[in-house]
């Protein structure tokens, strides 16, 4: 066997059935926590329960109380990101790195939208507002995929968090469909540039959760009404399942996957 055939061959197999799905000795980066039922926290348990080491962020100093508890049950150091400020998501890798020595696995939990533009018209949308909804929810994934790089030289796998309203027109989800539609656009091309390097690059859109970000969401009670009426399930999903999904993703038994869209909704974006 020529020597690119060998290093290009499948990860050989292992003699325990579970070790694939193990996450020990794997280091994380966690961005996006603000309290014990966010989508982030759903993911961190579950890495951590896979032998996963971890640093998590939340927004800000103000959001430290609701995210530390979670952060302290995990033995995972809080840092505090605002991407929005210069030399932040720069500081954040930097205090990861030297906290875990270098990261497997990273998942991108940031999203938002001002209120207004939220909550109105796609076409009335500011520019202001949709252009800081970007830059948050979107591009916050391009820059930590390039920050993160360099610091993952034996591949691994990203992550970032998106909606079905990127791909149908969700009433009430407003200017938030058209940025998670750019960042579903994303990780397709993060993930044809960065496979080379042996890196993965993953959305998962999980159904309505009941989670602090999603409040802000116009009718956000009606959504989960329609995803229990209408989901082949019949229920929401939990942020276990969400998690378990991220955990998967992160391990080697998904090595052969990269740049897809997958849903854990409970089959509703199959019939709505």
Not at 163 to 185: F, I, N, R, T
Request: proline share 6%.
């Amino acid at each position: 066997m020529n020597e690119n055939a060998n290093r290009n061959a499948a990860p050989s197999a292992t003699p325990s059935a579970t070790a694939p799905y193990s996450l020990a000795g794997k280091r994380g980066l966690i961005v996006g926590l603000a309290n014990e039922h966010s989508i982030a926290a759903g993911c961190a348990r579950a890495a951590h329960a896979l032998g996963a080491r971890l640093v998590l962020s939340c927004l800000n100093d103000k959001a430290v109380p609701y995210a530390g508890p979670v952060a302290s049950a995990l033995d995972a150091p809080l840092l505090v990101c605002d991407v929005e400020q210069d030399g932040a998501l720069e500081n954040l890798v930097q205090q990861a790195v030297a906290q875990l020595g270098g990261l497997d696995f990273v998942i991108h939990s940031i999203a938002w939208a001002p209120l207004a533009d939220l909550r109105g018209r796609v076409a009335d949308s500011s520019a202001e507002g949709f252009l800081r909804a970007m830059n948050i929810s979107c591009h916050s994934f391009a820059r930590l995929a390039r920050l993160c790089e360099p610091h993952m030289r034996s591949g691994g796998s990203l992550m970032t968090m998106s909606y079905l309203g990127a791909d149908e027109a969700v009433p009430h989800y407003g200017v938030m469909g058209p940025v998670k539609a750019a960042l579903e656009s994303l990780v397709r091309y993060l993930a044809a540039e960065l496979g080379p390097q042996g890196l993965r690059v993953h959305a998962v859109s999980p159904g309505p959760i009941p989670t602090r970000a999603a409040s802000g969401l116009e009718d956000f009670d009606g959504l989960m009404a329609r995803a229990v009426e209408r989901a082949p399930l019949r229920r929401l999903v939990t942020l276990e399942e969400v998690g378990r999904l991220a955990a998967f993703l992160a391990g080697d038994a998904a090595s052969g996957m990269t740049g897809q869209t997958i849903y854990v909704d409970g089959g509703y974006h199959i019939v709505n």
